[in-house]
């Protein structure tokens, strides 16, 4: 089958950095990408890799490697407003999303 | 990028029911979804909308029980039917302009079914 692990929840201290983690294993791979979804609010797109290595964009950036299955999101100088679940995602070999539960991310002061 | 704009943006239903959530795009698309997000979990797709034709069930989710229209470019409706307990959940629309595949979403409708 197919799936997409990312922990459950993390905690961290306002401007520290934190790292989410995503492995996946999926029929195919199309590119991987990563949302943020506040709290009663929709996903919103945040970065997108199809190439091994680190994108970087302001204070997050993404890395993948293909061949471990396995990405990273990275937010640096966190913000009290970073405080949502970010939801991994998974183009497989149909294009089809494959969606991990995502992980709440807790910002403390 | 795309704007979205779904409606209603939450309800509450009564057992046995049915609702019609729409969603309209202010540009024309070509893939428009529509996605189940139950308390604490994550996206599940429950159809792809066809524009002219009939959409593309995923497994689990029935045509009688999500009926869904797609009459042009930018517009799409999704149905839920008979409604239970069950069918609490968030209901978003999702359209896929390319090329990149990033889908942007609507608001959502949260529905509550007593």
């Known amino acids: 089958g197919q799936n997409i692990d990312q922990p459950t929840e993390m905690t961290a201290t306002e401007g520290a950095i934190v790292q989410i983690n995503c492995t996946y294993q999926?029929?195919?791979?199309?590119?991987l990408f990563w949302y943020q979804q506040h709290a009663g609010e929709a996903p919103t797109f945040l970065s997108y890799?199809?190439l091994d290595g680190l994108e970087e964009k302001g204070r997050f950036s993404s890395f993948l490697s293909r061949s471990k299955g396995y990405s990273y999101l990275l937010l640096k100088e966190l913000q009290m407003k970073d405080s949502a679940s970010y939801l991994c995602?998974?183009?497989?070999?149909?294009?089809?999303?494959?969606w991990g539960a995502g992980t709440k991310l807790i910002i403390k002061p | 990028s795309a704007v979205i704009s779904q409606k209603p943006s939450r309800d509450i239903c009564q057992r046995g029911t049915s609702l019609t959530i729409q969603c309209q795009v202010d540009?024309?698309?070509?893939?428009m979804f529509w996605y189940r997000q139950q308390p604490g979990q994550s996206l599940t797709l429950i159809a792809t909308?066809?524009?002219?034709?009939?959409?593309?069930?995923e497994s689990g989710f029935v045509i009688d029980k999500f009926p869904i229209s797609r009459p042009n470019l930018t517009f799409s409706t999704l149905t839920v039917s008979n409604m239970s307990p069950e069918d609490s959940s968030i209901y978003l629309c999702?359209?896929?302009?390319?090329?990149?595949?990033?889908?942007?979403f609507g608001e959502g409708s949260r529905l509550t079914v007593l």
């Open positions: 909308a066809n524009q002219g034709s009939e959409a593309t069930y």
């Open positions: 999926t029929s195919g791979f199309n590119g």
């Open positions: 890799n199809v």
């Open positions: 540009s024309q698309v070509t893939m």
């Open positions: 999702s359209v896929d302009p390319g090329p990149t595949g990033e889908l942007f």
């Open positions: 995602a998974v183009s497989d070999s149909n294009y089809q999303l494959i």
